[in-house]
Every structure is written in C-alpha cells, then in structure tokens.
C-alpha cells in the first residue's frame, strides 16, 4: 500500500519559517521515477495544489501565491520530499499533505501549518 507519510508542521508567527518533510514507501514504481506534490487545505476550503517537483527534481512548479517564498525538494535515495515554506502569511494556514498527483487524490494523512500571530 502507498504511505505517505508527512511531518514538520506546527504554530509559526507571520513572516517566520517551516519545514515540511514526507516520507514514502509502497508506491508501484520506484520513487525515483515518480514526480510528487504538495497540496493544502485551508479550513473552509477545497483541496488546493500547492507545488511540484519532476521526478528528477530538475522542474518545479508553484502556486503563483507561493512563488519565492516556497521551495520543494526532493531526495531519491531517502525517498522524501520537503517544501520549505519562508516568509508565511496567515493565508498559509492549512493542513499540508504530500501527493502523487496534483488532485491531492493519493496524498497522506496531513500535517497542520498554523500562521498567527
């Protein structure tokens, strides 16, 4: 079964930093050919891309709200994906998972970014 596993969300003031990290396993391909996502949920809200990455890690994309102020990443051999997230807004706030597609359809169990001050 894919797990998709995310971590590293938490109560952060406007203007500060977090990590995003996501761990997965059981997919049907191996990892390294699979291009990931980030996608979000804000209370309230539909299910909204956020990011991605090729499965190289050579193109990535963003959400025009997030561009230079967020970064995916990837690491094949660890089989993880980040998204540093700079410079947040309290529009930020929402639980973050990690996907195998752009729907979010296939995608983890969630990690809860909180921007207030």
């Known amino acids: 079964d894919v797990n998709l596993l995310e971590s590293g969300g938490g109560l952060v003031q406007p203007g500060g930093s977090l990590k995003l990290s996501c761990t997965v396993s059981?997919?049907?391909?191996?990892?390294?050919?699979?291009?990931m996502n980030w996608v979000r949920q804000a209370p309230g809200k539909e299910l909204e891309w956020v990011a991605s990455i090729t499965s190289t890690g050579g193109t990535t994309s963003y959400l025009d709200s997030v561009k230079g102020r967020f970064t995916i990443s990837r690491d094949n051999d660890r089989n993880t994906l980040d998204l540093q997230m700079n410079a947040l807004k309290t529009e930020d706030t929402a639980v973050y998972y990690c996907?195998?597609?752009?729907?979010?359809?296939?995608r983890g169990q969630g990690t809860q970014v909180t921007v207030s001050s």
């Open positions: 996907s195998t597609d752009i729907l979010g359809r296939t």
């Open positions: 059981g997919l049907p391909v191996p990892y390294r050919i699979q291009p």
